[in-house]
């Protein structure tokens, strides 16, 4: 085998060289660059959830907003009294609604339709409203307000129609209402 001069000796070296330069590159340089890439957008990201969130707040405003939700809490207890307010279990609705059809029967009052609507959540309460339509005497309606009124649980009447029903007696009116319990 022939002795190499000293430029090939060179000329091998610096191939060797650049070669190896070339594989840890490719193979151990670049994914740990990558890797590194990703995990500084992870860490941005974290940052930036991090930046948005609120700074905790002072104990002071904490115990004045406590203060305030207890000034509300008892003007809503001296309120409502005695009145139960449900947690809009079916079970619940159910019962109050068959309370509400034993005062609609003694009351006279015939059910032209219930129809359930979506719920509604207001600021303090959850309601489950129905749609209802009821036909009866004048009378007979009086005496059911003044009954919805007595009753110790949480009821809402809201767009209330009253008329005169064509198709039967002078006396008889239909009343259209939307019940929120």
Do not use: C, H
Request: aromatic share 8%.
């Amino acid at each position: 085998m022939k002795v190499l001069t000293k430029l090939e000796k060179f000329g091998v070296m610096a191939a060797l060289v650049i070669g190896s330069s070339f594989f840890y590159m490719k193979y151990m340089y670049d994914p740990q660059t990558i890797s590194l890439e990703t995990t500084l957008k992870k860490r941005n990201k974290i940052v930036a959830e991090l930046n948005r969130v609120a700074e905790v707040p002072s104990l002071f405003r904490l115990e004045k907003t406590i203060e305030q939700n207890k000034e509300i809490l008892e003007e809503l207890r001296e309120e409502s009294g005695t009145i139960t307010v449900k947690t809009g279990n079916p079970d619940e609705i159910t019962e109050l609604l068959s309370k509400i059809n034993q005062i609609i029967e003694l009351n006279q009052l015939d059910v032209n339709t219930i129809v359930p609507k979506d719920e509604i959540i207001g600021p303090y309460l959850r309601w489950a409203p129905f749609e209802m339509d009821l036909s009866g005497t004048f009378g007979g309606y009086v005496a059911f307000m003044k009954d919805i009124k007595d009753l110790d649980d949480a009821v809402e009447i809201r767009d209330l129609v009253l008329e005169n029903s064509e198709e039967q007696k002078e006396s008889v009116v239909n009343i259209q209402f939307t019940l929120k319990i």
